[in-house]
């Protein structure tokens, strides 16, 4: 037997589980967005990309990881922002997930 057709089916198997792996990254930046679009929007801008002051944060393009620890930390009260705080309070660790997960595969713009 060939050995390309042997490993068919691994190749198969592997880009099914790509796609299996994918769906719900995918499905929590749709979720992300939806929450994004009703809250953050108004002072971060659409997409997190063009806030609305010099002040407020370019979220678009932010690493996951950050974006999750930087919420947590407002819904705790350990980072202070009493804007930020009162809005992150009532987010679920999903949520939060969702937001960061939108946030992080959105376009870094170079300018304001």
């Known amino acids: 037997m060939n050995s390309k057709r042997a490993s068919l089916p691994w190749a198969f198997a592997g880009v099914c589980a790509a796609l299996a ?10 979720a992300g967005k939806k929450k994004a679009d009703a809250v953050c929007a108004a002072c971060h801008g659409p997409g997190g990309a063009k806030p609305n002051t010099p002040d407020t944060p370019r979220l678009a393009g932010q690493q996951y990881g950050y974006l999750v620890q930087s919420l947590s930390e407002y819904r705790k009260g350990t980072r202070a922002n009493p804007l930020m705080g009162a809005i992150a309070k009532p987010l679920t660790d999903m949520e939060i997930r969702d937001l960061a997960a939108y946030f992080s595969t959105q376009p870094w713009l170079a300018q304001r």
């Open 21 to 30: 792996l994918a769906r719900p990254a995918l499905a929590a930046e749709d």
